[in-house]
Each structure stands twice: as structure tokens, then as C-alpha cells.
């Protein structure tokens, strides 16, 4: 008999991913019924899902009881929440993740995997008051290992995506264009291929949950850096893109007012403690020999995913 595999956030990228992994893998396609959790079941994206042959079903963002409902019968779950960056991401994070947790236990689920991100104001011993959903989802992270369920975790980094809006390059001058921040070019990034990629690591835990049970997945390809980025995107797109250093004061003055304090501690952070804390190198190179088939590079990302310059 087949068990259930409950995907929160089943049309984001994700859970997409991991809803395609699974039925990518003989395996697990075997072994696993999947449910996606959306709020539009009439959406496009949910519809698709359907023609595909998942079961999907409609539950509210931090609505505990639509969940419990939704979760019923479940084998795992998979969840993820969405940042909100409205100036309390922090609160949202805590909100929709402890009562996606608490639902979990309330339908008697036994194992629960949850994406995570690392505790930047511990890491940073305080300096750092505006990580938001970091320690937002560090915090959930920490509550769902009291509740009475197995557990194990996924922590993405930097998603590629970012580099086709926030960190896009913008023009700078006749056929050049840049990308401009506060720090070092030599800052490093753990990147991840959200999309084709975040599966890979959930099918290994699904693979061999005792294993992974209580352990965090810090999911990157590998570590680039600001000025290896500029230089990737300089190579697919044949055109000039610099990396440009500007004052912190000066960058932040080009952010909406809800984010830039957060942004500007976030890239201070990675910066100044790494992306995972001290050992972000060595967390990263065990955590992608875990992951169930070919990572992307953020080469292989840019020829698949054009960036849009005039």
C-alpha cells in the first residue's frame, strides 16, 4: 500500500521540485502517493498538478485546523512557508511554521521535514537584530525537534533565481551592467537551482529517513563568490557585468523601508559569518554529496535561464 507524501506549498519552487524527484525516482514513485497543499485549487499551477495525477487539496496559510484536515492519513511532510518582507517576516515565519507543526501532530503524522535556514542572530552572538525569516525559521526549526515526530530538515541557500529580480544586473553605462552591494567581492553564496534542485535532497531523506532523522541538509551546489557571479553571468550573456562595492549607507538607500535593514544585516552576515556560520565550507561539500542525483552550477543555471538584458 502506497503511503502518503504531503507537499506543502506544492506550486511554489520548492515543493515542485520535490513533487518532481519523487516521481522521477522508480523507487519512491512506488512507494509514495503524493498530496499538494495549495490555497487556490483553481489556480493554473494546482490544476496542472492535477493533470499530473496529484491529489490536491486546499488549505489557508496559517490556518492550523484547514491543515489538520489536509495532513490527514499523511506518511510525511514536506513543508515550507513563504517569506513575507513586509517588516515582520520574523512573526510570519513563527505563526505559519509552529502551526503547520502543530497540525502535523494533531493528524498523528509520524515524520515531518521542514525547510529551514540557520540562526543568524545566534551565529552572530546578537549583532545582528534584523535576520528575519532566518532566525524566524530557525525558530520553528528548534520547536518542531520537541514535538513527538521524527524529523529531519533542508536548509537552501542563496536561491539562483534572485539573479532575474532582486539581484538581477542593471545597466550602467553603454552594453555594461552591474551588480552593486556593500560587501567584499570575494563574499561567498552557497547557491541552489531552487526549482531543479531542492528534490534531490529531499528524496535522499525519504530514501533513508533514520539516517537524516535530526540532522539539517545545508542545500548549495557550492560556494560562489560576489565577484565569480558577476563573472558567470559575464560569460553566458556575452556581455560586460561588473561587480561594483558601494557604501553600505548608499545601498541601503535604494531598498523599500520594510526590507532594508534586513537585507543590509543579511548581507552582513554572510559576509562577515558565512552563510551556515565557521563551517559553511565543509556543511556544504558533505550536505551535496548527499543529494540524490547532479546538482546544477550556476552555469549550467544561466544557460538554461537566460538573463534578461537589453
Same mark, same amino acid.
Given at each position: 500500500?502506497?503511503? +502518503?507524501?504531503?507537499? %506543502?506549498?506544492?506550486?511554489? /519552487?520548492?515543493?515542485?521540485? %520535490?513533487?518532481?524527484?519523487?516521481?522521477?525516482?522508480?523507487?519512491?514513485?512506488?512507494?509514495?502517493?503524493?498530496?499538494?497543499?495549495?490555497? /487556490?485549487?483553481?489556480?493554473?499551477?494546482?490544476?496542472?498538478?492535477?493533470?499530473?495525477?496529484?491529489?490536491?487539496?486546499? &488549505? $489557508?496559510? !496559517?490556518?492550523?485546523?484547514?491543515? %489538520?484536515?489536509?495532513?490527514?492519513?499523511?506518511?510525511?511532510?514536506?513543508?515550507?512557508?513563504?517569506?513575507?518582507?513586509? !517588516?515582520?517576516?520574523?512573526?510570519?515565519?513563527?505563526?505559519? !511554521?509552529? &502551526?503547520?507543526?502543530?497540525?502535523?501532530?494533531?493528524?498523528?503524522?509520524?515524520?515531518? +521535514?521542514?525547510?529551514?535556514?540557520?540562526?543568524?542572530?545566534?551565529?552572530?552572538?546578537?549583532?545582528?537584530?534584523? =535576520?528575519?525569516?532566518?532566525? !524566524?525559521?530557525?525558530? %520553528?526549526?528548534?520547536?518542531?525537534?520537541?514535538? @513527538?515526530?521524527?524529523? &529531519?530538515? +533542508? &536548509? @537552501?541557500?542563496?536561491? =539562483?533565481? /534572485?539573479?532575474?529580480?532582486?539581484?538581477?544586473?542593471?545597466? =550602467?553605462?553603454?552594453? *555594461?551592467?552591474? +551588480?552593486?552591494?556593500?560587501?567584499? @567581492?570575494?563574499?561567498? #553564496? @552557497?547557491?541552489?537551482? *531552487?526549482?531543479?534542485? *531542492?528534490?534531490?535532497?529531499?528524496?535522499?531523506?525519504?530514501?533513508?529517513?533514520?539516517?537524516?532523522?535530526?540532522?539539517?541538509?545545508?542545500?548549495? *551546489?557550492?560556494?560562489?563568490?560576489?565577484?565569480?557571479?558577476?563573472?558567470? =553571468?559575464?560569460?553566458?550573456?556575452?556581455?560586460?557585468?561588473?561587480?561594483?562595492?558601494?557604501?553600505?549607507?548608499?545601498?541601503?538607500?535604494?531598498?523599500?523601508?520594510?526590507?532594508?535593514?534586513?537585507?543590509?544585516?543579511?548581507?552582513?552576515?554572510? $559576509?562577515?559569518?558565512?552563510?551556515?556560520?565557521?563551517?559553511?565550507? $565543509?556543511?556544504?561539500?558533505?550536505?551535496?554529496?548527499?543529494?540524490?542525483?547532479?546538482?546544477?552550477?550556476?552555469?549550467?543555471?544561466?544557460?538554461?535561464?537566460?538573463?534578461? #538584458?537589453?
Amino acid at each position: 500500500m502506497q503511503r +502518503i507524501l504531503v507537499i %506543502v506549498g506544492a506550486t511554489g /519552487n520548492q515543493g515542485g521540485s %520535490v513533487i518532481d524527484a519523487v516521481l522521477r525516482d522508480a523507487k519512491l514513485n512506488k512507494d509514495y502517493r503524493l498530496r499538494g497543499i495549495t490555497r /487556490n485549487l483553481e489556480g493554473a499551477s494546482a490544476k496542472a498538478l492535477v493533470e499530473r495525477g496529484i491529489e490536491m487539496v486546499q &488549505a $489557508e496559510t !496559517g490556518d492550523e485546523e484547514s491543515h %489538520v484536515k489536509a495532513f490527514e492519513g499523511a506518511h510525511t511532510i514536506f513543508a515550507s512557508t513563504v517569506t513575507v518582507y513586509d !517588516g515582520h517576516a520574523y512573526d510570519h515565519e513563527i505563526a505559519h !511554521g509552529r &502551526a503547520l507543526a502543530d497540525a502535523a501532530v494533531k493528524a498523528a503524522v509520524p515524520y515531518y +521535514i521542514y525547510s529551514t535556514l540557520p540562526n543568524a542572530g545566534q551565529i552572530s552572538n546578537g549583532k545582528l537584530k534584523h =535576520m528575519g525569516h532566518f532566525d !524566524g525559521k530557525a525558530e %520553528v526549526e528548534a520547536y518542531i525537534r520537541k514535538l @513527538p515526530l521524527k524529523s &529531519a530538515f +533542508i &536548509a @537552501p541557500g542563496c536561491f =539562483m533565481s /534572485n539573479f532575474h529580480d532582486s539581484l538581477a544586473p542593471r545597466p =550602467m553605462g553603454p552594453g *555594461t551592467y552591474g +551588480i552593486a552591494n556593500f560587501v567584499k @567581492p570575494e563574499t561567498q #553564496l @552557497p547557491l541552489i537551482d *531552487t526549482a531543479s534542485d *531542492t528534490g534531490k535532497w529531499v528524496t535522499a531523506i525519504l530514501c533513508d529517513f533514520e539516517q537524516y532523522h535530526g540532522k539539517v541538509l545545508q542545500c548549495a *551546489t557550492g560556494l560562489y563568490t560576489m565577484q565569480g557571479i558577476v563573472d558567470a =553571468m559575464s560569460k553566458s550573456s556575452g556581455k560586460t557585468i561588473l561587480y561594483k562595492q558601494i557604501p553600505r549607507d548608499i545601498w541601503k538607500s535604494f531598498l523599500p523601508p520594510t526590507m532594508k535593514d534586513h537585507l543590509s544585516d543579511m548581507f552582513q552576515y554572510f $559576509e562577515e559569518f558565512g552563510y551556515y556560520g565557521e563551517k559553511t565550507k $565543509e556543511n556544504v561539500d558533505w550536505s551535496s554529496r548527499q543529494a540524490r542525483g547532479k546538482l546544477t552550477t550556476l552555469d549550467e543555471y544561466l544557460i538554461a535561464n537566460k538573463l534578461q #538584458l537589453d
